[in-house]
């Protein structure tokens, strides 16, 4: 059983089961785990692992348009060292400040390996779920595609400095609540735009029509991978911005008042996800 087929058994179970976060009377809740060999490339610095662990829970929160307020992380090793649990600790903390967050602590645990696992909390009475989207709004990424995808490519180059700046990300809470009074329906792209595509065009019960041209390329990926730069951005994964749907006269307003680029990359249908015309794999990261 992989993941998407374990997850679909989850939501069977759970009734309110399927978005990027859990919201209980305006408290918005996630989690998520990381794994050294999975998740850190040989090269990745303890400061990186706490921003990107802590960053993915602030991502599912921002997701749903919501304020964040704190996050916390289990922290498990083989070992403890004293410097990398305090760089740890500070990338945890530094990617909290950015948006307005809190690391309030976690706990320590031994392990065969080093894992991560992080919990953040936010707030909203408003939440955005991936089941709103209707025909004819226009479907728009936040930022650029393809980050992580450069960062691993920069890693196996032997370019750890850039590899681990690339590997860091914002995560979008702002733009999220500049979002969150327009969108229809949202979520964060960290399977990959194709595949969160699909899964919106699931929960909403529509389609996407997407132009390969309109996707917003990252230029340090365009500069390590050439050619295979829009595949990658499309497919990889792991780059936690946002993909929502918003009714056309929305797009404006929202560009004006997030601290981010908003671009346009296609528009909703009746049904299917294809790019150019023709059928869009539901392809993307898988743990």
């Known amino acids: ?77 083989p070992e403890f060292v004293e410097r990398e649990i305090l760089e740890f600790v500070t990338g945890a903390r530094d990617v909290c400040e950015g948006v307005g967050a809190e690391y309030v602590g976690g706990d320590l645990d031994g392990h065969g390996e080093f894992t991560v696992a992080t919990t953040a909390l936010g707030r909203t009475d408003d939440p955005v779920h991936r089941s709103g989207a209707e025909p004819d709004e226009a479907v728009c990424v936040t930022g650029t595609l393809g980050r992580s995808a450069a960062a691993l490519e920069l890693f196996e180059r032997g370019d750890p400095e850039q590899a681990n700046e690339c590997f860091r990300f914002a995560p979008r809470v702002s733009a999220g609540r ?44 365009q500069e390590v991978a050439g050619g295979e730069a829009t595949e990658l951005a499309t497919f990889f994964g792991e780059d936690f911005e946002l993909v929502v749907t918003l009714p056309e006269e929305a797009i404006e307003p929202v560009r004006e008042a997030a601290d981010v680029s908003i671009a346009v990359v296609g528009e909703v249908t009746e049904s299917g996800v294809a790019m150019d015309g023709e059928a869009l794999p539901d392809r993307g990261f898988t743990h």
């Open 1 to 77: 059983m992989d993941e998407r087929v374990a997850l679909g058994t989850i939501a069977d179970a759970l009734e309110h089961a399927g978005d990027d976060a859990a919201v209980l009377d305006g408290l918005v809740l996630t989690t998520d785990m990381l794994h050294e060999t999975t998740d850190f490339p040989d090269g990745t610095t303890r400061y990186t692992a706490g921003w990107r662990a802590v960053g993915a829970s602030l991502s599912d929160v921002a997701a749903m348009g919501a304020e964040a307020t704190a996050a916390v992380a289990v922290y498990a090793a």
């Open 178 to 221: 500049a979002l969150a009074p327009y969108a229809s329906a949202m979520m964060d792209s960290s399977d990959g735009l194709a595949r969160s595509l699909h899964q919106l065009a699931e929960a909403s019960g529509c389609g996407f029509a997407i132009e390969r041209e309109a996707i917003p390329v990252d230029g340090t990926l």
